[in-house]
């Protein structure tokens, strides 16, 4: 979403609760699309690997589901949906041994 967009939709929110709701938001679906290189059948992971991304990113759509304007200050429910699941291991075998992360282009992921 183009940055001007992202103001003017946050322009609308007049409760900073919301605002802050659409932040997560944001984020979260950043974090999707950024992710969906793991459900790929022919990105080089593992059947088992393949499925902790799965769970992740259910984790990501289902934490939006928990948060409310009442709840969002609730330091527990903040950005609790999990552990980025680490590709390391399988870009070690790909490669012979690094792990750099560049054979999936992911080289801004945490292991």
């Given at each position: 979403?183009?940055?001007?967009n992202?103001?003017?939709?946050l322009?609308?929110?007049s409760d ?9 938001r ?11 290189w ?8 593992t059947d088992?690997k393949r499925?902790?991304?799965k769970?992740?990113r259910q ?6 589901k928990k948060?409310?304007v009442?709840?969002i ?6 950005w609790?949906?999990?552990k980025?699941?680490s590709?390391?291991e399988?870009?070690?075998?790909l490669?012979g041994g690094?792990n ?12």
């Amino acid at each position: 979403m183009p940055e001007e967009n992202i103001e003017t939709k946050l322009e609308l929110f007049s409760d900073p609760k919301e605002k802050k709701i659409f932040h997560f938001r944001q984020f979260r679906n950043q974090t999707l699309a950024a992710t969906d290189w793991s459900q790929l059948s022919d990105n080089g992971l593992t059947d088992e690997k393949r499925e902790e991304w799965k769970v992740y990113r259910q984790g990501l759509r289902d934490y939006m589901k928990k948060i409310t304007v009442d709840n969002i200050e609730d330091e527990e429910l903040n950005w609790d949906w999990g552990k980025e699941p680490s590709f390391q291991e399988e870009q070690a075998k790909l490669e012979g041994g690094s792990n750099e992360g560049e054979q999936f282009g992911q080289s801004n992921f945490k292991g």
